[in-house]
């Protein structure tokens, strides 16, 4: 069963590395939705296509938008130790005690994941289904990379440990080698969230305690694996990229103890609770109206926003 879903959600979906990758991105949303209670299930079943390849229009946006990247991470180990309690959870109160400056320069994606539950939650109870899907695949991004451990660190790719790339060794390259083949997604289903701002902090928290170990063991398996044998070279969107090897990949992924799989099941979960949860608070609303009816003008403009970027054979994301 879980083959027949990967098949279904790659046949005609093209990805690039990113932001947890652009696959895993994409698998993330996809699965969510599987999540869902049966009053969600048909809605989100017939988009669930866009629902995934839209997952990645952040990552789109991040170096064209202003202000867009810092919605992707906090780095939450500038604001003193582990669990951060000099750091106030509300966003106010952050800004007053640090500025507005350095709040945003710093990142702001737990913050931004809540103003997108609220505007999720707006559009289901103005039932308007073009934003309904909008902002449920986006904040799908978010919350997942929340869940992302350098996400929650200023040494995001290892630029402080001489460690590049590392970044994409955990959440792009590892889901690439394993996830369709070893990973485990069939979860269970959605929660209602009392308290979603404590749920979200609670998950970046998380990810700040396992940064640590993403970098140590990293750089111990380093210093102990042939550096012929770390990398090798691929063709990506047309152009020759340097890898990190399937056997260092593996390597890596083994030392880890199955925290990239961890991650990625929880950032499922913790989706499809969102989803959830906005939809619940905006009073349950019936979206079988919705399910029967066609969208062209808003989602169109997705899409080519979409195609603009597939276009683009420059860098992608860290």
Sequence with gaps: MKQLFISVLLCGITYQA?????????????YAVFLLPPDMFGFYKQHIHHLATHATDPDSRRYVVAGEAPRHYI??????????????????SAIARYSADT????????????????????????????????????IGHYIADAHVPLHTSHN????????????GLWESSI???????????????????????????????????ASDSVLTFEKRLSERFNPSMRYNFEERNGKTVRQFSAAYT???????????????????????????????????????????QKYTTSLASTDSLQKAWLQDTGNGCD
């Excluded at 889901?175 to 308290?195: M, Q, R, S, T, V």
């Excluded at 609770?273 to 019936?286: E, H, L, M, N």
Aim: hydrophobic fraction near 40%; include cysteine.
């Design 75 to 92: 780095d939450i180990d500038l604001y003193g130790t582990y669990p951060y309690t000099e750091l106030p959870r509300n966003m106010d």
């Design 18 to 30: 990113g932001s947890w990758g652009f696959y895993a991105h994409r698998w993330i949303n996809y």
């Design 175 to 209: 889901p690439e080698l394993l996830a369709e083949k070893e990973f485990d997604f069939f979860i269970g289903k959605a929660e209602y969230l009392p308290n979603a701002d404590s749920f979200i902090w609670a998950r970046v928290l998380e990810s700040a305690a």
């Design 103 to 138: 709040v945003q320069t710093r990142g702001i994606v737990p913050w931004h994941i809540l103003r997108m539950k609220q505007r999720l939650t707006a559009a289901f109870r103005d039932k308007q289904p073009e934003l309904i899907l909008k902002y449920s695949a986006e």
């Design 156 to 167: 995001h790719n290892g630029q402080y440990t001489n460690q590049h790339g590392i970044h």
């Design 250 to 292: 593996r390597a890596y992924h083994n030392s880890l103890n199955g925290m990239v799989e961890r991650r990625m099941r929880l950032a499922v979960y913790s989706i499809a609770c969102f989803w959830y949860t906005a939809w619940a608070d905006a009073g349950q609303p019936s979206l079988k109206e919705l399910t029967s």
